[in-house]
């Protein structure tokens, strides 16, 4: 028993090292016309995780990573940022986490990183309204301006490429955490 909950936190430790690397190496911009919109592969070792642990510890990965997000790496969006992207991808986490957790196949991780694309999407829609615009002061008019044309092709963006590396990456990925379980 306990050398099953160190071996759980070795590799949760891992994920997120993994997560935060990625932050670092894959991180660029997608729309010129709102440059502080970044795209990072960070949440693709936390949907493996999810897929690994089940969505809880999907959760526990996501409020590290954005804690440790926060003091790194996007220190100019402050806790602001920390708290958009524990909301988004907590929610992306939990949906994909759920359903593959209900239909542990491979058409169950599809159908899970799909809705919770879907899901993240919708939901970084509020989360802009509120956030951006009382604790960054961005004018709400700017914001709903931004919606459709930059925030929901943006957030699609980031979600369909870390659903299909997460997709691809998987099961080699589960296999080498699997092979060391003796």
Known sequence: MRNAKVK?????????AMS????????FSIFPAAP????DMADVPILIGTFLFGPVSGLILTLIVSLLQWITVSIASGWV???MHFFATGAFVLIAGLIYKK???LKGALIGLVCGSLV???LMIPLNLIFTVHYNGVP?????GMIWPILVPFNAIKAGINSVVTFLAYKPI???????EN
């Open 103 to 105: 239909m542990h196949s």
């Open 8 to 16: 759980w936190l070795v590799e949760m430790a891992l994920l997120c």
């Open 120 to 122: 993240m999407i919708a």
């Open 81 to 83: 940022g920390a708290v």
């Open 140 to 144: 709400a008019q700017v914001v709903q």
């Open 36 to 39: 502080y919109l970044e795209y």
């Open 174 to 180: 589960s296999r080498m955490f699997k092979k060391h």
């Open 20 to 27: 935060l690397v990625l932050m670092y190496v894959v991180r």
